[in-house]
């Protein structure tokens, strides 16, 4: 059973910082592509970021491209979003997810099999 935990959300004012963590149980963890998705008000969830099973490759939605990064530490089975210059537009929930697939970066939800509860972001004008 795979469990994912997202922490280091908060309310930040626009073109501040805040940096998601996200912790996995599991074995696994260092096998398979990792993502970040958020949802905003009455949104689809949509793809932010995402990471393959090595850290060597990485794909971001043109949204965030410049001001997010993704990191993973295979070590300690985490993944991490950085997020610099923060807009009011990136007011949403995110969610870590573990793709199904280990070096292929997938954008769409059907392609991600566990997900964690999700941590809110609020960013201020």
């Known amino acids: 059973q795979v469990q994912l935990v997202e922490s280091g959300g908060g309310l930040v004012q626009a073109g501040g910082s805040l940096r998601l963590s996200c912790a996995a149980s599991g074995r696994t963890f260092s096998s398979y592509a990792m993502g970040w998705f958020r949802q905003a008000p009455g949104k689809e969830r949509e793809f932010v970021a995402g990471i393959s099973y090595s850290g060597g490759s990485t794909n971001y939605a043109d949204s965030v491209k410049g001001r997010f990064t993704i990191s993973r530490d295979n070590a300690k089975n985490t993944v991490s979003l950085q997020m610099n210059s923060l807009k009011p537009e990136d007011t949403a929930v995110y969610y870590c997810?573990?793709?199904?697939?280990?070096?292929?970066?997938?954008?769409?939800?059907?392609?991600?099999?566990?997900w964690g509860q999700g941590t809110q972001v609020t960013v201020s004008s």
């Open positions: 997810a573990r793709s199904r697939k280990t070096t292929a970066i997938a954008t769409m939800q059907a392609e991600y099999a566990y």
